[in-house]
């Protein structure tokens, strides 16, 4: 997907466009998802010549990428740039390169990786060509308009631009019409259509009784986080006032208790800090890369896979914690060590949710002996009699592996880590790890 704008009279000054960088990192961030469903091009429109072109390139094309004093070639982009670097992921599997080029061929931009030096954005810049380009149409959509918005705020003008045909940006609000009484009951306050309305437009939406019960709402084209009616019920409730929002007590009175799942987490969260080891708490979907490939494991058969992920890095749900920690290690690399992590939580198999513990330890002298001593420690914090076995887990190293056996059944691992895996997460030490099924602490519903 492609949308763009021209945005003219444009006044910047050092300040200024730092602020129009940070907007745009921000986007890409929280739109575009670290730039693999959105990627934000801002470029001087005076440097260059209409019409353009997006293209699919030889990864053998050069340029001068922004940044850099001489050509590259797209492939040594993605190795020797910075941004290359970071973003390469997202298309060093392609056999051909995204380009926008001008009507001279001249390069404006390497999405989703680096603009081109020639298209810089300077104080001296007055007319701007906005470029966005993705895989979702509506985060395109989204990020033109959040920037033509804040552009026109600050005193320039926006014009429209026609890919194959179709002109872009749209900056009509869209229209929902919503229910004063749903939105009275989840507030908790008494509401009439008139009212609703009027707070609406305190907070800058176009809003209008339409009878007893519905409110016509105009919601501007910036405010992509408005996605469902409760949304616009938030923000009845903050022009309302929380704190005129009168607090009742609930109508039944129960006493509640600890639920077998968190106390068996507890008590294990509890023994790894007894031995030393802080807690990260990993995102829960993740991503077969990860899980998997990283971990020179095949994959397994109940993997619940997302309908419709919001980038290639989050695909699944989680079935392991170990190679989420072993994730963790790499951004922790510039950290001093030795470093021991944990992690406790639910991990989804063949539609089942049940519960796991991890632990990683990082130093030159990480080894198995120090990932028998913690396995040991812990299983025996919890109560866990248990046996050991030769492991064939090819996670970690031959000789240096077993599985952790409970009643006949394998329930864990533990052992140190193969160089193959620390290879494929970009780790430097050797790492001691274990990982064991909580279900197994005696009391828990049976295996």
């Given at each position: 997907m492609l949308g763009a704008a021209v945005i003219r009279g444009v006044k910047f000054d050092d300040e200024s466009i730092q602020s129009i960088m940070s907007l745009q990192e921000s986007l890409h961030w929280a739109v575009g998802r670290g730039r693999s469903k959105v990627a934000i091009g801002i470029h001087d429109l005076d440097m260059v010549r209409p019409p353009f072109r997006y293209i699919a390139s030889p990864r053998s094309r050069k340029f001068v990428p922004l940044d850099y004093p001489e050509e590259m070639t797209m492939d040594e982009i993605l190795v020797k740039h910075p941004k290359g670097r970071d973003y390469a992921k997202i298309v060093r599997d392609f056999p051909l390169f995204p380009l926008i080029l001008d009507k001279d061929d001249r390069v404006l931009s390497f999405p989703p990786i680096i603009n081109g030096e020639r298209t810089r954005v300077t104080i001296d810049t007055k007319n701007i060509l906005l470029d966005t380009t993705g895989t979702d149409k509506r985060a395109v959509g989204v990020a033109v308009n959040i920037i033509c918005t804040a552009m026109?705020?600050?005193?320039?003008?926006?014009?429209?631009?026609?890919?194959?045909?179709?002109?872009?940006?749209?900056?009509?609000?869209?229209?929902?019409?919503?229910?004063?009484?749903?939105?009275?009951?989840?507030?908790?306050?008494?509401?009439?259509?008139?009212?609703?309305?009027?707070?609406?437009?305190?907070?800058?939406?176009?809003?209008?009784?339409?009878g007893y019960d519905k409110v016509k709402v105009q919601v501007p084209c910036y405010r992509a986080d408005i996605m469902h009616d409760w949304d616009l019920f938030e923000d009845v409730a903050i022009a309302y006032g929380y704190d005129r929002i009168q607090d009742l007590m609930p109508k039944t009175f129960t006493v509640g208790k600890p639920h077998p799942v968190q106390i068996n987490a507890a008590l294990a969260r509890e023994a790894f800090c007894g031995i030393g080891?802080?807690?990260?708490?990993?995102?829960?979907?993740?991503?077969?890369?990860?899980l998997y490939r990283n971990m020179q494991r095949e994959e397994k058969q109940g993997v619940l896979h997302v309908m419709h992920p919001i980038s290639i890095e989050n695909t699944v749900v989680r079935t392991d914690l170990l190679p989420l920690l072993l994730e963790f290690l790499t951004l922790n690399k510039p950290r001093e060590l030795p470093q021991r992590l944990f992690t406790v939580g639910d991990v989804v198999d063949?539609?089942?949710?049940?519960?796991q513990a991890a632990g990683v330890s990082t130093h030159p002298d990480a080894d198995f002996s120090e990932a028998y001593a913690a396995a040991d420690a812990l299983l025996h914090e919890l109560s866990i009699e248990y046996t050991v076995s030769e492991s064939t887990d090819p996670a970690f190293i031959e000789g240096r592996r077993a599985d952790i056996?409970?009643?006949?059944?394998?329930?864990?691992?533990?052992?140190?880590?193969?160089?193959?895996?620390?290879?494929?997460?970009?780790?430097?030490?050797?790492?001691?790890?274990?990982?064991?099924?909580?279900?197994?602490?005696?009391?828990?519903?049976?295996?």
């Open positions: 026109y705020e600050a005193g320039a003008k926006i014009e429209s631009v026609r890919i194959d045909g179709v002109e872009t940006p749209t900056l009509a609000p869209s229209e929902r019409t919503v229910s004063v009484k749903e939105c009275s009951r989840l507030i908790g306050i008494e509401l009439t259509a008139s009212t609703m309305a009027e707070l609406l437009r305190k907070m800058r939406f176009g809003a209008e009784p339409v080891y802080l807690e990260v708490m990993p995102f829960t979907l993740t991503n077969e890369g990860v063949s539609c089942l949710t049940y519960q056996i409970v009643a006949g059944r394998k329930i864990g691992v533990f052992g140190e880590i193969n160089p193959a895996v620390l290879n494929a997460f970009d780790l430097e030490h050797s790492v001691a790890a274990f990982e064991f099924d909580l279900r197994a602490v005696p009391g828990y519903p049976s295996l």
